[in-house]
């Protein structure tokens, strides 16, 4: 929402402590503004490599669950990749985001392939949604600098293999996934 020009002005006279009062409300009512302040300004961006870590963690700890069916993968694989957006949002880390999404991907394949093996009505849904997100992050890693493709060369390329050989394929071929990520 667009402020009127006059509230503008006033903002602007309103005395230092005022708005610093103002302000301090406002921040501490969006989570993810809050979050972002304390990465820039008390952590200084030198927390990156913790927090990925955390992350990292977190989808071990959710990729070993084995879920009973598809479905609930599915429903993991979100909840974590809720928890990757959040990361980009408070970072600004593209190269996390991607790390992060490849990492999730094959991980929860290697721990859940019986799961994701053949498709049928109960894999539908996840598979769709594991075809859509490898073709989302290959978007973002090839808007990368080119130099950092050959490091994501092998985990792209063994992601491709699963999807491309398991439930997955059917959504694959549709999204136009290749069967290799050539650098």
Not at 23 to 45: N, P, S, Y
Not at 63 to 92: C, E, F, P, Q
Not at 130 to 151: F, G, M, N, S
């Amino acid at each position: 929402m667009a402020l009127d020009p006059d509230l503008k002005k006033a903002i602007v006279r309103m005395s230092g402590v005022e708005k610093d009062k103002l302000l301090l409300r406002l921040v501490a009512k969006d989570a993810v503004l809050t979050e972002r302040l304390q990465f820039e300004l008390v952590e200084e961006g030198k927390t990156i490599d913790e927090r990925r870590g955390l992350i990292r963690d977190f989808i071990d700890r959710t990729a070993n669950l084995h879920a009973d069916t598809a479905g609930w993968l599915m429903m993991d694989m979100r909840t974590v990749s809720g928890y990757i957006s959040r990361h980009l949002k408070v970072t600004k880390d593209k190269y996390g985001e991607v790390e992060l999404m490849l990492y999730m991907l094959n991980t929860f394949y290697d721990n859940n392939a019986p799961l994701l093996q053949k498709y049928n009505s109960r894999t539908d849904k996840a598979a769709e949604y594991i075809a859509k997100r490898t073709d989302q992050v290959l978007k973002k890693a090839a808007k990368l600098d080119p130099d950092y493709h050959i490091e994501f060369a092998d985990e792209i390329n063994k992601l491709l293999g699963w999807v491309n050989n398991t439930a997955s394929a059917h959504y694959a071929r549709i999204v136009g996934l290749p069967k290799e990520w050539v650098v």
